[in-house]
């Protein structure tokens, strides 16, 4: 099991053998890298310096959607790719792939009309794949005030809507761990890669630290792979390999309102005053706006969310919801991540191109930045195919193509999308034996997926729903901390932080339990996380 009693069971492993392939980097791309290659034949080892999504994986839009923005920059080939890469994760994983109908209103004097609007769309719908059913539909003014009554009436002409997929990015994130660990690989989170291993010139592994236990070991392997994201030129740096190309770090803004203050009936996608567009989008008992683009220099691992960046969204809500009156008061949470782009000059934040790219240094340290979040699987076998084909040109290996267009993620072992609903009815007796409201349920599924079944079996022998899912994350999540827990593996701190406020202590005990800590593991881990929940109210 991927459960955090094994770290050191999984660290001794890690020392024992030469591997394939080490992926440094627990985020959506290494992940990704990882089950590709170990769904291959590759013995593959992941480490990741901090929790597993938690820089740029677990700080998107949580949107797995084909780009409609990328028209305007004639990214046919990506708005394609990441369309039908979309499909691909809604079969494989379709807990965590909920299609969401999204609105794009249309205003007078505003960058679109009902025309344009109308054909980009469509070409949209077109070049991503979308299903006949779930193509998009134009709306007249009425019909658009039907769907969304807080609009801004003054100014409106009506609005297209279409169909995008909502996520949860750090759980896509984990669901790909646990089913790299099914099939062989060793991942572990909080152990940075301090410096390279040499052969011949060549990489031939990494030094360690793990944070956890503090000690330092090695990691051999024949192939190195950086999916370090918004850190990957740090890692070049440390290989001596920092030239040519470069990232160019943008950030990107969220902030979230209790759903009663912004009582969102649908999801928006809307322009605003300097023609950028923003999200916005009900999510349970929250709503979040979002999201910026701008240059960013400052600290990678705690980047932060500025004063100008709420404001900035604030206003952006406010023109076109003019009945809201929202202020920074009516802010509940935040998060801010940072996009791994590559520089271009001349270019500013938005133009750049979300395309990835591969560096390969003298030493043959594989660099892969850029990308998307929906394209994560293509960037993988890109990467991947780099792999085998140097592994079978030195080993005389053979190593099978790509196949994980149809490795069903953990917890997403339904016959159909739409066989959730009937796995949700078959849950309502364990459910009701456990206090577990339908809806309650239904939250868990789109979370866990077919693995709910162990937490409510769980949830007999404990004190609660929240309890059992500890005891899940801890065992079969390798949950290590607090944060952890109520920020990557569940979203509580983004959207329902009042809920949590007065129970994250209690939390914390039962977690600590749960991990055999001592009390000063556990206040510190207590501790680590209230820093984390003042910061997502902390504008500087």
Partial sequence: MFSALNRNNFIDRLQEKEFDLLVIGGGITGTGIALDAASRGMSVALVEKQDFASGTSSRSTKLIHGGLRYLKQFEFALVAEVGQEREIVYRNAPHLAIPEKMMLPITEGGSLNMFSSSIGIYVYDVLAGVKRAERRRMLSKTETLAHEPLLKKEKLKGAALYTEYRT???????????????????????????????????????????????????????????????????????????????????KGVHIVFEHKRFPLSQSLYFDVSDGRMIFAIPRGNATYVGTTDTNYKGELERPSVTKEDAEYLLSAVNAMFDELNLNQNDIVSSWCGLRPLIHEDGKSPSELSRKDEVFISESNVISIAGGKLTGYRKMAEKTVNLVA???????????????????????????????????????????????????????????????????LEKAKEVSSIEEAEIWYSVNYEMTTSLSDFLIRRTGKLYFERPEIMG???????????????????????LKEFEKEFQSVLEFL
């Fill in 389 to 455: 084909k140097q592994l079978s040109a030195e080993t005389g290996k053979y190593f099978s193509s790509c196949n994980t267009d149809r490795i069903l993620l953990s917890g997403g072992n339904f016959n159909s999308p739409k066989a959730i609903a009937g796995f949700i009815r078959s849950l309502n007796h364990i459910a009701q034996t456990v206090n577990c409201s339908e809806e309650e349920t239904q939250k868990l599924v789109y979370k866990y997926g077919t693995n709910t079944s162990l937490i």
């Fill in 168 to 250: 949860d990015d750090a759980r896509l994130v984990i669901e790909l761990l646990k089913t790299s660990v099914e099939k062989g690989a060793i991942c572990l989170n909080y152990v940075s890669a301090e410096e390279f291993i040499y052969e011949n010139g060549k990489v031939a592994g990494a030094k360690v630290y793990d944070v956890i236990s503090e000690k330092s070991f090695e990691i051999k392997a024949k192939k190195v792979v950086n999916a370090c994201g918004p850190w990957v030129d740090k890692l070049r740096e440390k290989d001596n390999s920092l030239k040519g190309k470069r990232l160019h770090l943008t």
């Fill in 503 to 525: 129970n994250y202590s209690k939390l914390s005990k039962q977690l600590s339990e749960f991990l055999n800590q001592d009390e000063a593991a556990q206040l510190k881990s």
